[in-house]
């Protein structure tokens, strides 16, 4: 009977996680303790006027629901509707932006597209403490808490400084995508030195380019958040090395859209001479092997169409 009761509360506990799973999320916390330990702390656990000056709390959303911030404001004491618009803002199609509130600031990030997906992620920023949401897996994030093998010194960090560190890794994520889509046009060149046929590679070169063109609208529609950062109205609102973090992050993020931008063209921007069959065309030499262009003008594809 003893074992029966103990699955009974077994299954009753399950249940009850389901339930306030399903209206907050999957939420976690860590604290990183510059004097201590770092470790993962129950959410429902934080006290904000606990937290010493060697200490830093971030609180992780995945899948948020639409309980989650009135629960957060009030443990955290942060205002509600700071909360339920950065929520809200992971299901909108407006630009990525940055919100001011008393206290506090938000911001939400496209992440890189996967296929014909297109997540969002969102962050609150307040003096004692980060909150990140998101649907799906957030791989930058978990990437970055995956590094720390060991005791680290993050709880000497300013929250926006920590904001600052997610937001270069972010920026990272598109630099990773450029170099998958580069491997891929690799594959695809090497195919067409080996006389892979035409239809194959229009359709791999069409596949390519619509990938960088994704990448490249998605980066792009967070300029804004990114130039707004050092902002002289929002670095009021921060410690003094935040603002020097958030002056090279606009910095940086130009330079990685330049990246994004002006990387290697895709595959087909110069193909074998015997890709093309009686079309016109400028030929000339690289490396021992003739290479064609397409005439000023003419679009790649469709100087490889059957004429």
Known sequence: MAQTGETAQAGTTAATQAVTQAVTGKVRAWLY????????????????AAIAETQLVWIDAEDPGPDLPARLAALL????????????????????????????????????????????AGFAVAEKWLISLHRGEAAFLSSFREQDKAETVIGLLSHPVLLASLLDWHLDTFLAAVARIEESDDRLDQHILNGGSSGWVLRA??????????????????????????RADLLIEVD?????????????????ADEVEHGRRPAGNEL??????????RLRHRGGRAVVRPPAGMDLAHALLPQ
């Open 205 to 230: 070169i069409v596949a390519v380019r619509r990938r960088i063109s994704a990448l490249r609208r998605t980066l792009g529609r967070q300029r804004q958040v990114f130039h707004a950062l050092p």
């Open 77 to 120: 004491g942060g205002d509600t509707r700071a909360l339920q618009a950065l929520l809200a803002a992971l299901d909108s199609d407006a630009p990525p932006a940055i919100e001011k509130y008393a206290g506090l600031f938000t911001l939400t990030l496209e992440l890189p597209p996967e296929g014909d997906m297109q997540a969002r």
């Open 33 to 48: 303790d510059a004097c201590g330990h770092d470790h993962e702390i129950a959410a429902d656990a934080i006290d904000p």
């Open 240 to 256: 003094e090395d935040a603002c020097s973090h958030f002056e090279r992050l606009s910095a940086r993020f130009d330079r990685v």
């Open 272 to 281: 074998p001479a015997r890709q093309v069959r009686n079309r016109p065309h």
